[in-house]
């Protein structure tokens, strides 16, 4: 049998069992628990390795094509057909379906949900209860109950994990993670066929976004290291109109860039209604309307109707009312603290007590945003969101909006108080340092440190059961390796985002940071592009070595980060027309004069100019819509003579029946 049906002869192990190691042996090693678990991994079609670690076993599984064929038939996966149109598939017709840019008939995330529904589809199909030992205690299998649920809930099936594949990691390691010479270059495809879809778009997107900041950054520098003397006056206006035009061509090409990329990748169109990804252990919470409602549409549709007119309006009433929670809790809260310390930071004496204060901050701010942050996930399960996509999106929203109220008042309030350039530009290389440099550091050094940390507790667990020894304990199984690393999640909302979440914000925040206060300090566009080709490598290698291999997500887009993007680009309209008129007004005085004039017509020319370019540059390309026009009418005419075919054959079998008769 070939692994995924890419040709190659041998298995390709993508999933861990974790299980701890026993202290009391089973006798008779029919009841065990592990090897009952191998034993219907087997059955199911699995092929099975097991390995004994330093502290825990591992189970590892592989899945051939024709196992995963019959959970993508039975979970009725749409897959794109070499004449466009999305069908279920089936396995005897799997020449029908279009292949992966690796030659694998199943994407990553095809595959893993596939994973999952047969690891978590074992149940006791016998007429009584199993019983099962592990480490001397009996568990009772009841009738009809999933093996892998009962044993989590044990815990004796202590995780499920995705396992990197070793070839392909050690290739994207070549030619994506240590690639520096190409700057801004990826091997994209192979990043979705690794990784899937949600991981290979950021990617995409960091890659562009970096690309684009090459020519403000030119221009940054210019303005920086070129005295422009009285001239100045009007070359940062023309600058400051450059970046907002940059800013609002780059949204409307990204998204030409994005439909380009799911043309080139074979990404089903039903994964906008997919209901997400579900983490193993976790159950999914369901998403769509109550089965009561449904069966009242059924018996009554007049009645069934305004039920479910009752039940829209009231989700997006709930998503309202929790939106203007988080804004008021934000301006009544939060706001106040942010003011209080870039006051007080501002009236201290010395630089210890400055030093003090950002100290109390730092750790203040923190626990306030996890709390935030947790306040808006348990808001987010009242809304009637489509799916786990749309909860996400939800709550990037919400988190953004504590995070933008952290990262900007203090640098809104310098230079309200000062209307001085030169401090503005002060405190906008500290935010820029602190925020880009520091937080690379920990978002790359913590995960390790994490790693390091666990293989010393294990390591220091084993002697202490064997006694006082002095020798070295060695990891030699890279499964083990890998269960010990720290896994892609966030900061904030494990339950609806990964590690993605973290990196678009920092995004976010460094794309607000230099576009609001663009006229302050132009040069800020050379620092955001340095910094992005170094997160460009540092976010590979942290993906491709120090964590696990994540969860895939089937996500079409960047989702709301595109809008909070577009969002930051009129708001800096606003700012830095306030910005340029405090540099006309140099006394610092607020003065009606010509020039402020002359500012706020540009302000509203430049409104008008973002809303119409963002209509002069169509969103998909157009071989993307003559492509799709040309599989509609292919699907349309092989529907057609099947449909004549049908209605001909039955009216033979009419007249045949008349003559019969």
Known sequence: MKEHGNGNDQHVFEIGVVIPRRVVQVKDESFDCAHVLVEEFKKVGFVVERVIGIADEFIKLAAPLETLGRAAAALQIKKRTHIGM????????????????????????ERFQCYCHLIYGIVNNSDSAITLEFDGEQIYWEIGESLLWKLESENIVKQVFPLHDEKKRKTLLRSWAFHWW???????????????????????????????????????????????GSLRLVVLPAFFIMVILWAVMFSQFWKRKNAALLARWPVSSAVADDPGYVTPGRKCCSLQPPMELIKVFETDKVKGKEVFRRYEWFGRFMRFRNDAFVIFSIICLQLPFELAYAHLFEVASSDAIKFGLTAIYLCAIQYITKFGGKVCVKLIKYENN????????????????????????????????????????????????????LENLVENSLPYLKYTYKKYRVRRKKKKEKGESREKIQ???????EYLKPSYSASIGEELEDGLFDDFLELALQFGMIMMFACAFPPAFAFAALNNIMEIRTDALKLLAILRRPIPRAAATVGAWLNIFQILTVMSICTNCALLAWLYDEEGKWKIEPGLAAILIIEHVLLLIKFCFSRLVPEEPAWVKANRAKHTIQAQDMCSK????????????????????
């Open 86 to 109: 999305d069908l279920q598939f089936e396995v005897e017709e799997v020449e029908a379906f279009v292949k992966q840019p690796d030659g694998s008939v199943f994407s990553w995330c």
């Open 182 to 228: 190409d700057l801004t270059n990826q091997p994209i495809d192979d990043i979705y066929s690794y990784y899937g879809a949600k991981i290979a778009i950021y990617f995409a997107f960091l890659g562009m976004y970096t690309r684009w900041l090459l020519f403000p950054a030119a221009f940054g520098l210019t303005l920086q290291f070129i005295d422009f």
């Open 386 to 437: 489509e799916n786990t996509e749309k909860r996400a999106d939800s709550l990037v929203y919400k988190v953004f909006g504590l995070y933008f109220m952290q990262t900007y008042i203090g640098v809104f309030y310098h230079a309200l108080l000062h209307r001085n350039f030169s401090t503005l530009r002060k405190v906008l290389i500290q935010r820029l340092l602190l925020s880009e440099v």
């Open 475 to 481: 990891f030699t199984s890279r499964v083990e390796k």
């Open 642 to 661: 099947k449909l004549l075919r049908t209605i001909s054959g039955g009216d033979r079998k009419f007249d045949l029946m008349k003559k019969l008769e």
